[in-house]
């Protein structure tokens, strides 16, 4: 403990912030007040690590698709899952302790209460995304780490979901280096590419907008060390991942989803298929114009229903007895959901934002699709499955099922993986973007944002699509949403920035606008 109290004095919480809280992403925030966050996380996975036997525990530090100012850290439980529910809640009550004393005390009575035996070792893996806070404050973990004895193992930058793959890889006795992960993927990869007929197998062309980011030069390195002469034709732009300045900024997932329109730098080519990661390479959207010039959004919705309706058929294929069910939150666009429960007969289920509860929901089926509107997602499959197809048939539908169970990061949604699995997808159904797209047209939406005095005050229920606080307002939203054809809306409170969401949908732009304004009114 005389190790903690030392080093904490060079990483004291500052007395300007009021709480810090372990949220939906981690801790996430201004770079500027995350030093003494670091640190008491780097103490935590350390803790983490000993209370699970010494298996090993990630520390990845990002903000994801937030402005270059920001930075985050979030933890990794063994599997490459994130952190289990419980210990959120520990690295709140460390990352608010006011003194370093205070810290000791705490860091105490967590190891008396879940009776953590401190000769366990701790193993812990660190990496952190491109922004130009990450050395400074990854040196803040590790001097927690440092403090509780642990070895450490530091990655450098990876992106978010190699760092999850790395973490389950060294918990699984699999190869423990970033090379990896670009193996492990590019063999599945090859592995369906050659499955594809070949005579009408279209060329693969694709266009990254890699939100200058770190998953620029992984998907490079990816391409081109490992898939050579499989994809024919692409190119990575925004990739000025050595300028963290630029990172997020008119590029990127999130930007492309919010704006529903190009990054900067791409004059794109009508029915040319483009899509953009976020910062760190978690989320991935994909976008075309069609030949009136219009841009056209292929998000997180219109990705799981592309794997739903390709699973399924492979699966008839396999005449396998399995299930596949699609997880999708309260902001997936209305007519997907119409899609996949009317078209294609699905089980359609809904959670709360936030990934963990959508993989929790998704481990129910044998091919369990998941994805968030925004692009984060990825398909679980079951042990059943993945034992009826590695039996040694020859047939393709069973070959192809199993090389999917490894292109598809079973422990995280991956920008790259995702990304590759499209490809290949696509290329097998010969879909033109376009064709992918008529699939359903999406009801005209929009997510605003209102800052209110306290977000707390709303609750909510139905996977967050009920108010039941304040009281009398969900009532209010109701009578709004009658006012317009095919309406829908929802409030609730931001879990990553103090804000509450609005989102609404309608069956026209006029409508949906009218809807909107109407129930941020009713909000402020
Ligand atoms: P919040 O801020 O709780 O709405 C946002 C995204 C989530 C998820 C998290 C974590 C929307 C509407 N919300 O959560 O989907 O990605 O960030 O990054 O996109
Ligand atoms: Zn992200």
Redesign the pocket.
Known sequence: MDKILQAAQNHKKPESVKKYQY???GFRMNANILDSVMFTTGILAALRSKYLGGKFIGIMITA??NPPQDNGVKLVDPMGEMLEQHWEAYATTLANAASPEVLVKEVRELIQNLKIDLKVPSNVIVARDSRESGPVLQQAAVDGLVAMEANVKQFGVLTTPQLHFLVRNHNTGKPKVETSYYEYFSTAFKEIYQLIDGDSKPPIDIVIDAANGIGAPKVEKLFDEYLKGKIHSYKVINDKYTHPETLNSHCGADFVKTNQQLPQGISAIPDKLYASFDGDAD?VVFYFVNSANKFQLLDGDKISTLLARYFIKLVEQTGLKLSVGVVQ?A?ANGSSTNYLTQNLKLAVECTP???KHLHHVAQKFDIGIYF???G?GTVLFSENLIEQVSSSSDEHAFKKLYYFTQLINQSVGDAISDLITVLLIISDLQLTPTEWNSAYADLPNK?AKVIVKDRTEFKTTNAERTLIEPKGLQQKIDQEVKKVQLGRSFV?A????DAV?V?AEAKTQEEVIKLSEAVCELVK
């Open positions: 949220g939906t992403a994801s698709h989320r939150t902001y934002t936030g990934v968030e509107a925004n984060h997510l609730r931001s879990g990553t920035e969401r989102y």
